[in-house]
């Protein structure tokens, strides 16, 4: 069984800065593909940066160059850093992991994350 737990997520205004945090209590963590979605209201959710066990990184076209998505294997968890914040990056972020060797897939609770000024 995995816990994943998020958190980082609050108020900010445009431009600016904030760091997700997600633990990820269980076993298999250095080898699960991590992502990291989000979900404004009225809208579905989203994929918007995903970290291999590699290390290796993509994100959606709408954060790509502002967010960066890293892992720490030594503390199981895994964070996304969000510069120049945008209004519309306002929405709940939800940290999933797809766990080795099962393939189960595990979501967090989500975080809010509002920009506003």
């Known amino acids: 069984q995995v816990q994943l737990v998020e958190s980082g997520g609050g108020l900010v205004q445009p431009g600016g800065s904030l760091r997700l945090s997600c633990a990820f209590s269980?076993?298999?963590?250095?080898?699960?593909?991590m992502r990291w979605y989000r979900q404004a209201p009225g809208k579905q959710r989203e994929l918007v940066a995903t970290i291999s066990s590699g290390r290796n990184t993509n994100y959606a076209d709408s954060v790509e160059g502002r967010f960066t998505a890293s892992r720490d294997n030594t503390k199981n968890t895994v964070y996304l850093q969000m510069n120049s914040l945008k209004p519309e990056d306002t929405a709940v972020y939800y940290c999933?992991?797809?766990?080795?060797?099962?393939?189960?897939?595990?979501w967090g609770q989500g975080t809010q994350v509002t920009v506003s000024s």
């Open positions: 999933n992991a797809v766990q080795w060797p099962s393939g189960t897939t595990y």
């Open positions: 269980g076993i298999g963590f250095s080898l699960s593909t």
